[in-house]
């Protein structure tokens, strides 16, 4: 089993920057890759970013060049480093840890972005 718990959400105005967190308990070591989801209202759930366990990283195209995602092993933690935001960008926003045949989803964390 693994647990979630994001954090980071927010209301931020257009151009703004806010980084989303994500930090994992339980059977961390069966992780084999991290992602973030967002889902928006009316809209499907979709891929915003992912982190392999071996360092790789994949964005959406939506997001490439102002989304980051990075991890703190040490702190067993993925961050979503959100740059450039755009009224778009808003969601809820869903961290996924990937382990071999399941994936544990957080709770999700709002991001508003509006002026």
């Known amino acids: 089993q693994v647990q979630l718990v994001e954090s980071g959400g927010g209301l931020v105005q257009p151009g703004g920057s806010l980084r989303l967190s994500c930090a994992a308990s339980g059977s961390i070591s069966s992780i084999y890759a991290t992602a973030w989801y967002r889902q928006a209202p009316g809209n499907e759930r979709e891929l915003v970013a992912e982190?392999?366990?071996?360092?790789?990283?994949n964005y959406a195209d939506s997001v490439k060049g102002r989304f980051t995602i990075s991890r703190d092993n040490a702190k067993n933690t993925v961050y979503l480093q959100m740059n450039s935001l755009k009224p778009e960008d808003a969601a809820v926003y869903y961290c996924v840890a990937r382990v071999l045949f399941s994936n544990y989803w957080g709770q999700g964390t709002q991001v508003t972005v509006s002026s």
């Open positions: 982190i392999i366990t071996g360092g790789g990283t």
